[in-house]
């Protein structure tokens, strides 16, 4: 397990939560098939969102510690065939990724698949292989999914992009939400990054019905959900003859600048091929 100790403090309203273990999380608010909408606040107003809350909403805790790190290796075809599906925002479309919890070393292989009618729904197992490849395991695990699903397979995945980021995880007791706090944000791509601005949180409210509490709040102050998608955003900044004009206005509002990387995640996306 990791002993970094750089990640940034909760503000003291998401501290003051009370602290709940995963498996309560699950019972509570488990929320596989869901429905999830992103916003992008300031971390000034991030830090108030929960103020006072305490009765009504509870923060994953384990081993004492409340911010984690995530590293997602997102696989797409040669031919960014997820990335195109979602930025061209067809209805029925999946996402291949390896999800390593970067504190607890655990790492799951996941499928998110989008409906007609606009719901998620994730499905996952656990993986111990390197994140940037499918293993026979996932590989029968992908075609058995998207079979079932009613999609075909694709013939083959390559790595194409990874983000890095902190996540907080903020429940409702009543499990009507659960509420994703991320900072830190950074996308990897081809020798390059591009990271969100350290003034800004990117919120993912998960519920199965219609607006939450903690969204109504979000829209009186003036705050509405937004077209984003971490892996989006970074093939297409990073990628400058894609376009991402289905996150631009989120992506210009939140992200920094690009600029050339030689860490490990980087690797991801060289010699892919382009669609445009």
Not at 15 to 28: D, F, V, W
């Amino acid at each position: 397990m990791s002993t970094d100790t750089s990640a940034p403090a909760l503000s003291e309203a998401l501290a003051a939560l009370r602290p709940m273990t995963l498996a309560e999380i699950n019972s509570r608010a488990a929320l596989v098939t869901r429905t999830c909408r992103k916003y992008l606040v300031p971390v000034t107003f991030a830090d108030s969102l929960f103020a006072g809350a305490e009765e009504r909403f509870g923060v994953l805790t384990i081993g004492g510690q409340q911010v984690f790190r995530y590293s997602s290796t997102y696989l797409d075809t040669p031919d960014l065939r997820t990335f195109h599906d979602h930025r061209r925002g067809r209805r029925v479309r999946f996402k291949a990724r390896v999800r390593t919890y970067v504190d607890t070393g655990t790492r799951m292989f996941e499928v998110k698949l989008k409906g007609a009618r606009g719901i998620t729904d994730k499905t996952r197992i656990e993986y111990e292989g390197p994140p940037d490849r499918l293993t026979p395991l996932t590989r029968r695990f992908l075609d058995d999914t998207l079979l079932g699903y009613g999609m075909e397979p694709p013939d083959v995945l390559t790595a194409s992009a990874v983000t890095d980021y902190r996540r907080a995880t903020v429940v409702s007791f009543s499990g009507e939400e659960r509420v994703t706090v991320d900072t830190d944000l950074v996308g990897y791509r081809n020798g390059w990054s591009v990271g969100m601005r350290p003034d800004m949180v990117l919120l993912e409210v998960k519920t199965r019905g219609g607006l939450t509490s903690t969204e109504r709040r979000l829209h009186q102050h003036g705050f509405r959900e937004v077209g984003f998608s971490k892996y989006g955003a970074t093939v297409s900044v990073l990628e400058p003859r894609l376009r991402g004009n289905r996150w631009h206005r989120a992506m210009a509002s939140c992200l920094d600048h690009q600029t050339p990387t030689t860490v490990p995640q980087a690797r991801a996306g060289a010699g892919v091929a382009l669609s445009v």
